[in-house]
């Protein structure tokens, strides 16, 4: 199912209190790799009792039954209350998105940084805590490892990517253009990144890389840019 469709779904299923349909992630920056990668959409409505809910159901199963995460579904108001917790996702939706229905309510949220890196540092150090745990269950078997680092990049790419607006004005929508840039800043070497990608785009296959080399620096090179982010001091605070 297209993005498109999506929308004539939505637009059936919720006539009258359908305001807004936003598509965001890598599809809005450029970023998308067909089959290998999901559409992320965000969708307004007039409320969301469960007579709403009910309405959309049917269209949201078929949406995640092509391989696409659930819609994040907001009313305009609990939209703007939700800017102080969720500032890197919102961020990141209002600076790259594309409007596939209605008006552009992303565009007129106020985001406030200051929660930035308090929530960057709990997310990164949860996932690096889920991934170590993760790692104990594969046994250090190559491929599990493999499909352990391919399974998170995607989520580290794009923490990093928010990581980089404590750092610099500079902040690319491509997520590999972005980490080159938190590198500048940072110095690390992007290196172990571009190859956990290829293992994903199958340029590379586990048999042919130093699997269990290759997991130590992933995980050094997500608490090098841990520790920055921990030992940042926002201007202001």
């Known amino acids: 199912m297209t ?24 599809a809005a920056a450029g970023d998308h790799t067909g089959k290998r990668s999901d559409y992320n959409v965000l969708v307004v409505t007039e409320d969301l009792g469960t007579a709403t809910l009910d309405a959309l159901s049917k269209t949201a199963a078929k949406w995640a039954q092509a ?7 907001f ?12 500032p890197i ?14 008006g552009n309510l992303v565009a007129e949220l106020e985001i406030d940084t200051k929660n930035l890196r308090l ?16 790692y104990l269950l594969t046994g250090g078997k190559p491929k599990a490892v493999a499909d352990l680092m391919v399974q998170s990049l995607s989520t580290f790419l794009v923490l990093f990517r928010a990581a980089l ?6 902040v690319p929508q491509p997520k590999f253009e972005a980490l080159e840039e938190l590198a500048g800043h940072l110095d690390f070497d992007v290196a172990v990144f571009r190859q956990v ?10 048999k042919d890389v130093a699997v269990g080399e290759l997991f130590n620096t992933y995980l050094k090179t997500i608490e090098c840019v841990i520790d920055a982010v921990d030992a940042f001091i926002h201007k202001g605070e």
């Open 67 to 73: 391989g696409n995460p659930a819609p994040l579904l």
């Open 197 to 206: 990608q290829e293992l994903k785009d199958g340029t590379q296959k586990p």
């Open 119 to 134: 929530q960057l540092e709990h997310e990164l150090r949860g996932k690096l805590i889920r991934l170590r745990q993760a």
């Open 165 to 170: 607006r404590l750092f610099g004005d500079r």
């Open 3 to 26: 993005p498109e469709k999506l929308v004539e779904e939505l637009k059936k299923a919720c006539p009258t209190g359908l305001k807004s349909v936003v598509l965001y992630g890598s």
């Open 89 to 102: 996702e919102l961020l990141d939706i209002r600076e790259c998105h594309k409007i596939l229905h209605g």
């Open 75 to 86: 009313t305009q108001e609990r939209l703007a209350q939700a800017t102080d917790v969720f």
